[in-house]
């Protein structure tokens, strides 16, 4: 009886559902990812988490009133933070996609160095970082329906 909510309006104990939407998609989205668990004691979360490079697509979480938009709700992937070691230290590395080549690099304290996107997908992700998709309607406006390939 203690794990139901309290309804507002009858004042009863009864079962819910909470709900998360959102109303607003963001130009750059960054994903922390909990790494860290506190139940009696601390530890670090190992779990590997599966992650899209391309077409994250956000449309499912929208808001309703946002259902029938025509905002751009893909996002592609351009960076990626690991975090090795515990909790009472460690280290971290960032990965980061060119824009201009689409080539992935790793960020290792003073060594950066090129890596496949197979190898960005296989890290522990600490945090991830996406960029959303142009939409294809503004960007006709703005290029008087004029559409190069100039995407990242």
């Known amino acids: 009886d203690h794990n139901l909510y309290r309804c507002e309006k009858c004042n009863?104990?009864?079962?819910?559902?909470?709900?998360?939407s959102i109303t607003t998609l963001p130009e750059v989205m960054w994903i922390t990812i909990k790494r860290f668990s506190y139940h009696h004691y601390g530890s670090k979360v190992g779990r590997h988490v599966i992650f899209p490079l391309?077409?994250?697509?956000m449309k499912p979480y929208l808001h309703e009133s946002l259902q029938?938009?025509?905002?751009e709700t893909k996002y592609d992937l351009f960076g990626v933070v690991r975090h090795s070691g515990g909790l009472s230290g460690g280290h971290y590395v960032?990965?980061?996609?060119?824009?201009?080549?689409?080539?992935?690099?790793s960020f290792d304290d003073r060594h950066?160095?090129?890596v496949t996107s197979e190898?960005?997908?296989?890290?522990?992700?600490?945090?991830?970082m996406y960029v959303r998709k142009p939409n294809v309607e503004r960007r006709k406006e703005a290029t008087g329906g004029v559409m190069g390939d100039d995407s990242p």
């Open 12 to 20: 009863q104990r009864v079962d819910a559902n909470t709900v998360l």
């Open 68 to 71: 029938g938009s025509s905002l």
């Open 119 to 128: 190898h960005v997908q296989n890290q522990q992700a600490y945090i991830l």
């Open 112 to 114: 950066a160095t090129q």
């Open 94 to 105: 960032a990965y980061a996609r060119s824009h201009v080549t689409g080539h992935w690099y």
């Open 54 to 57: 391309k077409d994250l697509d």
